[in-house]
Structures are given as C-alpha cells and as structure tokens.
C-alpha cells in the first residue's frame, strides 16, 4: 500500500473534509472535528449541523463581525450559509436521532476492533465529566466517524481489542481517521483504507493491537459519503 495524505492533525482534518461527498448532512464535534469546517467555508452543498440548533453553519471570514447568539455546540462564533435555519433544542435532537444527519465526526479516546466508541470520560474520579450530544449521535447518525491520534501521549493505542473507558456507543463506528491511517470498520472487521505520511502497514500492525487487513481505496471509484448512502 502506498502512503498518502498529510501527517498529523491537518491530515486527519484534510482527510475528513475530503470523504464529505456534495448534498451531506453531517454534525461535527469538538476538537479535531470542528477544525474540518474552515475546510468546507466554500462548500455550501455539505450542510453542517449543530446540536444547539443551526443547520448550514460555516466558519466567519476573516473580516466578518461575530455575533454572541451565533455560536455552535462549543461556543465557538460561526456564521451562516445563504439558506440555514434555527430551531429549537429539541428539535435538533429529534433530527440526530431520528436519522435524519448522514455522519456525524466525533473525538475520541478509544475506538475497538467492533465499533465501540470511548470518547467522553478517562474515567478519573476527580474529573467532571458530560458526554453531550454523543450518546445521541452514534445512535441516530447513518455515519460515525471518529478522529484520534493513533497512539496516547503516553504511546498506548487507542485502537483496541475492547474498550478500557466508559463507553459511548456499542458498535457505532464505521470509520476512524488518525495520524497514521484511515481505517474503516465492517461487521467487526479492520480495513486499512489509506496510509497516512511514511507509515507503513507493518509499523501499522506492531502499533496497533487489533486484527489488520490492507485493502486500499481506490479513489476513482468514489469513496465520499453521499446522502442515504451507508457503506
């Protein structure tokens, strides 16, 4: 397999932007995920949804007033593409679990070998801790995509045989994107899509404790998420 892509955190970011095909709708978490927007400022056919309520939001221009009644889930001021609506909080829940978004991208903190997603407490018990709109998410979303790196701070993998940390969701993730490679999971099942910067499958398999397989996406024949389409 040959490597491809740009290391670190802006190709994981590129990387995300890149599989949102024309017409998604999709909901972009804190962290790595939201850093996908600016990429889609010039993208109004990809609506991004928030769960505090707006639908087609996109990042500000540089000279563009921020207004405090305009903000997403993190608080971060946005703007909005010609056509986006508001609603109601419930309203925006009701639309993530009733199937209505095509993906949501979410952090995480580990991610197992059958789409289990860790990625709201360390399990600390002197930390606070909220898991959001998440649980809400991985249930309702056609699409769970998660953004990690591919090993800790501490260089233990987050991609496991099971979880270690409380748990999101059970089997929800379909694709995980790190520094090192785009991973999609199938009914159980690793599939190294793309490698990423001089990563090569072997390091790949000794960083990563779960079974591999190497089968790399053919980019012309369309691997971007389009509307109603699973797979």
């Known amino acids: 397999m040959t490597p491809t892509a740009l290391p670190g955190r802006p190709g994981i970011v590129q990387r995300v932007a890149r599989d949102l095909g024309p017409g998604s709708y999709v909901n972009l978490g804190v962290g790595i995920p939201v850093d996908v927007l ?46 986006a609506a508001f609603f ?37 018990p002197d930390a606070a801790n909220t ?41 929800v993730v379909n694709r995980v994107y790190t520094d090192k490679a785009t991973l999609h999971i199938v009914d159980g099942t690793v599939i190294v899509a793309e490698l990423v910067g001089d990563t090569t499958f072997d390091e790949l398999v000794d960083i990563t404790p779960v079974p591999l397989i190497d089968r790399p996406v053919e980019r012309e024949q369309g691997q971007a998420l389009h509307p109603r389409q699973v797979g």
Request: hydrophobic fraction near 40%; proline fraction near 6%; glycine fraction near 12%.
């Open 38 to 83: 600016p990429l889609l400022r010039h993208r109004p056919d990809i609506f991004v949804h928030s769960e505090n309520g707006v639908l087609g939001m996109r990042t500000l221009d540089p000279d563009e007033a921020t207004d405090d009644n305009m903000v997403n889930a993190g608080k971060m001021p946005v703007g909005a593409h010609e056509g």
């Open 88 to 124: 109601h909080h419930a309203d925006s829940f009701a639309m993530m679990r009733g199937g209505h978004l095509d993906a949501c991208v979410l952090g995480a903190y580990q991610a197992s070998a059958s789409g289990d997603l860790a990625n709201w407490s360390l399990g600390r």
């Open 131 to 171: 898991v959001g709109g998440a649980m809400d998410l991985v249930v309702g979303a056609k699409q769970v995509w998660v953004t990690m790196e591919h090993l800790t701070h501490q260089g233990k993998p987050r991609i496991l045989p099971e979880c270690t940390l409380p748990l999101t969701g059970v089997g």
